[in-house]
């Protein structure tokens, strides 16, 4: 189970999936190089002196507590292919996936343990049970999986940034030891609710001797929004 909630903040942070949540480091704006003084942090107002860590961490605590959200993510795979997607969650367990790439569109809802799937406007239900999302939103296992996340990461301030005019600051991370080589992150937190709303995640692959890098970008919006999960048929 704790493996699962790692699993899932990656491909969210941008993935140790985002090789998983989720995120990347290094892409875009340059870093700070001024010392940053880190100052008590409140979960609701970040500021550029709060302290990243705990910025970061709480931010993810958060994420697991909203009741809703909207995510649009965009992976650049090997040899350039581009996956764009579009993800509606409603807590505890329902889910809207639609995935657009150059061989086509294909969607999916999951609806406790049902799981359908639809192609060219048809869907069908699928004869095995959907992944149980609910086990990580226990309390005790993102308290476990969090102190990990400490332990092998440490984050730095990029600076101050807005994402569709919500004001954020950015935090970058140089992931290291075996279990992280190779993987770079950013993710980008409300300075005033302490929600996420941008990850980037970056890994080194080699597959059959061509080196590359898997890329996801994940943008959320939408945060406990009216969204409705219906079965499609």
């Known amino acids: 189970m704790k493996t699962a909630i790692i699993l899932s903040i990656s491909l969210i942070i941008c993935t140790l999936l985002s090789t998983a949540s989720c995120s990347v480091a290094g892409l875009g704006s ?3 190089e001024t010392p940053v003084i880190s100052v008590p942090f409140s979960p609701d107002i970040v500021t550029i002196s709060s302290d990243p860590n705990e910025v970061v961490v709480a931010a993810y605590k958060k994420f697991y507590t909203v009741r809703s959200y909207r995510c649009h993510q ?17 807590a505890p367990d329902r889910r809207r996936r639609v995935q657009q790439s150059e061989n086509g569109k294909v969607e ?7 799981l359908y799937m639809g192609a060219d406007g048809k869907w069908s239900k699928m004869p095995i049970d959907a992944p149980d999302y609910t ?8 308290d ?3 102190g990990e996340v400490k332990t092998k990461f440490q984050y730095e301030v990029v600076g101050p940034d807005t994402i569709d005019g919500t004001p954020v600051i950015e935090y970058q991370t140089k992931p290291g030891g075996a279990k992280t080589s190779g993987v770079t992150s950013k993710i980008w937190v409300g300075t005033k609710d302490n929600l996420i709303y941008k990850t980037e995640v970056e890994t080194d692959s080699d597959y059959g001797g061509n ?8 943008i959320y919006y939408d945060y406990n929004a009216d969204i409705k999960i ?4």
């Open 30 to 32: 340059p870093s700070i």
């Open 135 to 142: 086990e990580i939103y226990n309390p005790q296992e993102i």
């Open 108 to 114: 999916m809802i999951i609806i406790g343990k049902d």
């Open 230 to 233: 219906e079965p499609p048929m």
């Open 144 to 146: 476990r999986a969090m």
């Open 74 to 90: 965009e992976m650049t795979m090997l040899k350039g292919l581009m996956i764009k997607g579009e993800l509606e969650f409603v």
């Open 211 to 218: 080196p590359h890098k898997n890329r996801v970008t994940d």
